[in-house]
């Protein structure tokens, strides 16, 4: 049929609502919101669960999933759910229902599943098609109690049936098994924690409930991950994080290669034929996929951002098993892996919020205390719920048992009246002051129940009703007899997830770990000797091993080029390349290219004025000092470790008058005591080394005075053991002049002609 403007909903002005747009817009988003927070995000206090959980283990508690039957289909499981209690997406439901049976994301599965349900790699879970799945005994634990009167029902969405909205039992599945959420304007994160360890410490309250939280810690260690690792935060940290509810835990990755004696193996260190080694990663942070991971490191080692490792291989099966193979065995383990701690996951944080809904819904941030004290009250109510549940089962029962006897004692009188009354059950009420339910239990009872032993029965039944109710009222009446019980439970329940169990062992340590330390930049390099060459023309290369010096001659250059300067050294020093402008430049050895070509320009490296000349190429080392001196005759002495340049554009270090250079820079042996200063001039003056200043820059004093030129050279040695100079020629035979007393004079002096023999171009070397 055809619609008409009748069926249309009334509109136009008259049916309007004028209201300021922005209290419209903030009414409806508060709905949202509390909507968002009370009935999605945050886990309520009492059981942990949030309502997507709750309505998914009610809907497989209805469908008989007990942990001795059999599985069924998760499809089957998603569709009761959403049909019936929770109104929402299919994949959503399905997640919520994989989450609940990883055994890497709950520390205490709720779901049994058979199939693939995701793995600690990072893949996803099969469709539920194809997965089944079935309840586990902590989710029994956990709904234990439901048809005993403990908790309130409310109808469905649909008002075709009802859910609970709460679940009673004794299990601390809140603690036990964490919670993350992100609502509106609010979060929460809850790591997994031990449950015996919750238990223990919920008796301390039941005994005292004005026990400290320090009371507490001595149970509650620290959150106890499922998938292990070591949390490495300081005491005072974890006591900070529990007491305000807000804080984090540190959580590092286990090295071991497994368990000797029931301890675990903490190096991770395997040895390997040839003296060579590897690292073993067994555990890893909770919440970081594995996949993940190896990536990231696999990452770091192709960009060579952590050359100290050569590979990493998953080996692993049931367990986790990843290898790192470092570059050699001279790699130290421990800054290996304090480096893999720094640059990637295997050390990660752990945030805690433990915000929650509380018993009447209202979003809180609570302390470890709180928490607890507010979950005992509500088993306390539990328990009183339950208590007086039975009691009004064992009073409709005594009811009919004493209506049962009064027929044992008139039973002649009974079934005369049932013989010969049209209608027996009203005659027997007025005669026998009976009940009309006792009198319906009469009418119904089998005749092969009027034996005697059925009397007797009866009487014992009777007997054991009445005291297990008064017992029962005694309990409602006395808080104390309620923290006894509860207190029993809570015992018989810690016995089920006790620390001796395969489910309750701790599986996370704690550890506190060492203040971070600096880790110097060599420790990042493989150490091996090269020969550093650098040419007149500037190109700069690294030949492997230690070159004898008789063999620098076989060195090949480009063209019109030849060799300027060659030194010993590691891949792990920096070298000081000090220019004639006074600037000094720092270059590592590990960064030069090889030595089977040329080589490249050093001016690509560094930022070398190109009006400036190199007059040194040094390997830094930490203790050692420098000579520097200009052609005008100043200079002064310089730590190594202090003028090593951070940056391209290198350090200024020694000031110039105009016109002069750098001219000299030498290595200081520890054991020198003289300096030996020559001029253009062909003046030789000696004098003490500690007459030279140690400076971090600057210009330095004057070294040796002239009329007119500059000087030429310097150098320093052991003033008893002489001045010594090359021969000069190939004959590479040295002279020495022990005798220097005519040209010790103090600093600054003119000086005097050198000795015999000193060669004609001024130079000590």
Do not use: C
């Amino acid at each position: 049929m055809a619609s008409t403007t009748d069926d249309l909903p009334p509109s136009g002005p008259d049916h309007s609502i004028d209201t300021p747009f922005d209290s419209a817009l903030s009414e409806r988003y508060l709905v949202y919101a509390l909507s968002t927070i009370t009935a999605r995000s945050l886990p309520d206090l009492r059981d942990g669960l949030k309502p997507v959980h709750r309505r998914l283990l009610w809907a497989m508690r209805a469908m008989r999933l007990d942990p001795s039957q059999g599985y069924k289909k998760s499809a089957r499981v998603v569709g009761d759910v959403i049909g019936k209690f929770h109104p929402h997406g299919d994949t959503a439901v399905y997640d919520a229902m994989v989450r609940l049976a990883q055994d890497f994301s709950l520390r205490y599965p709720l779901v049994d599943g058979q199939g693939n349900f995701g793995n600690i790699d990072g893949d996803n879970a099969a469709a539920y098609r194809y997965t089944e799945a079935r309840l586990t005994r902590v989710a029994i634990d956990l709904m234990q109690g439901l048809d005993e009167g403990t908790v309130d029902f409310r109808p469905t969405y649909n008002g075709e049936d009802e859910e609970p909205e709460i679940m009673p039992g004794l299990f601390p599945n809140l603690l036990a098994n964490g919670a993350s959420g992100i609502a509106v304007g609010m979060a929460t994160n809850i790591p997994p924690h031990n449950a015996a360890e919750v238990i223990d410490a919920a008796l301390v309250l039941i005994e005292n409930p004005k026990a400290e939280l320090t009371d507490l810690l001595e149970h509650v260690k620290g959150p106890d991950f499922p998938t292990g690792g070591i949390i490495v935060d300081s005491p005072e940290t974890i006591a900070y994080a529990y007491e305000t509810g807000r804080g984090g835990f540190r959580v590092r990755a286990r090295f071991s290669t497994g368990k000797l004696e029931g301890v675990w193996e903490e190096t991770g260190i395997e040895k390997q034929a040839g003296g060579t080694w590897q690292l073993v990663i067994s555990e890893i942070p909770y919440g970081v996929a594995k996949g993940k991971l190896i990536e990231q490191i696999a990452q770091l080692i192709a960009d060579k951002k952590l050359p100290i490792l050569e590979d990493v291989r998953d080996e692993s099966a049931e367990d986790i098993r990843i290898v790192l193979v470092p570059k050699s065995r001279n790699v130290d383990p421990d800054v290996l892996k304090e480096s893999l701690y720094r640059l990637t996951e295997l050390e990660s944080r752990f945030a805690l919020n433990l915000n929650v809904l509380d018993a009447t819904r209202t979003p809180k941030v609570m302390g470890l205390h709180q928490l607890l004290t507010e979950w005992l009250q509500h088993q306390i109510i539990v328990l009183v719920r339950r208590a007086k549940h039975r009691i009004a089962k064992i009073d409709d029962r005594l009811e009919l048992v004493a209506g049962y006897l009064i027929a044992f004692l008139n039973l002649d009188r009974i079934i005369e009246i049932i013989r010969t009354e049209d209608e027996p059950k009203p005659v027997m009420m007025a005669e026998f002051m009976l009940t009309d339910r006792q009198a319906e239990a009469i009418l119904n009872m089998r005749l092969r129940s009027l034996r005697r032993l059925e009397e007797m029965e009866l009487k014992r039944e009777q007997d054991d009703l009445s005291a297990e109710r008064d017992e029962l009222v005694k309990l409602v009446e006395s808080p104390a007899r309620q923290r006894t019980r509860l207190r029993k439970d809570l015992e018989k329940l810690r016995a089920v997830y006790g620390p001796e169990t395969a489910l309750g062992a701790r599986r996370t340590t704690l550890a506190e770990a060492a203040p971070a330390r600096d880790i110097p930049l060599d420790a990042m390099i493989e150490k091996e000797p090269v020969t550093v060459i650098l040419s007149k023309r500037g190109w700069i290369r690294a030949q492997r091993g230690h070159v004898a010096a008789d063999q620098w001659g076989e060195f090949k250059f480009k063209e019109g080029d030849e060799l300027a300067f060659a030194t010993h050294a590691q891949t792990t020093d920096k070298l000081l390349v000090a220019a004639s402008d006074g600037r000094f430049y720092t270059v590592g050895a590990d960064k030069l290219p090889g030595g089977r070509g040329f080589g490249e320009p050093l001016r690509l490296m560094v930022d070398i004025d190109p009006e400036a000349r190199i007059v040194a190429l040094i390997p830094a080392s930490a203790e050692g000092r420098l000579l520097l001196a200009s052609s005008s005759g100043h200079g002064f002495i310089a730590q190594m470790s202090e003028v090593i340049a951070e940056t391209r554009k290198g350090r200024n270090v020694v000031n110039l008058k105009p016109k002069a250079q750098l001219s000299v820079v030498r290595p200081i042996p520890a054991a020198h005591d003289s300096v030996a200063v020559i001029g253009e001039n062909r003046k030789l003056v000696v004098f003490p080394l500690a007459e030279v200043p140690v400076m971090a820059r600057g210009q330095g004093v004057m070294l040796q005075k002239y009329r007119d030129g500059g000087l030429s050279d310097a150098t320093t040695f052991v003033f008893a053991e002489g001045l010594s100079w090359a021969m000069g020629g190939d004959t590479g035979r040295t002279r020495t002049e022990t005798d220097l007393g005519p040209w010790r004079v103090a600093r600054s002096a003119s000086g005097r002609m050198p000795p015999t023999g000193f060669p004609r171009n001024n130079r000590f070397d």
